[in-house]
């Protein structure tokens, strides 16, 4: 747990809980996503770099 850089697989919102692709690129969780942390800043495109807060996986029923 901590803060990290990762690689977004599309759209990345800061402040908003994030899951990962299979490819292993983090993407805004939906419901019923395995949440891997919160994004601290946005991406908008595939490929972009940004720092997310990671904490341990969860599933989650609803993403608020």
């Given at each position: 747990?901590?803060?990290?850089?990762?690689?977004?697989g599309?759209?990345?919102?800061?402040?908003?809980?994030?899951?990962?692709?299979?490819?292993?690129?983090?993407?805004?969780?939906?419901?019923?996503?395995v949440?891997?942390?919160?994004?601290?800043?946005?991406?908008?495109?595939?490929g972009?770099?940004?720092?997310?807060?990671?904490?341990?996986?969860?599933?989650?029923?609803?993403?608020?």
């Amino acid at each position: 747990a901590g803060l990290s850089k990762v690689v977004g697989g599309g759209t990345v919102t800061a402040g908003a809980p994030i899951s990962t692709t299979v490819s292993g690129m983090a993407v805004d969780a939906v419901s019923g996503d395995v949440v891997i942390g919160r994004a601290m800043e946005t991406a908008a495109t595939a490929g972009e770099i940004v720092t997310a807060m990671l904490s341990f996986p969860v599933k989650w029923g609803s993403v608020s």
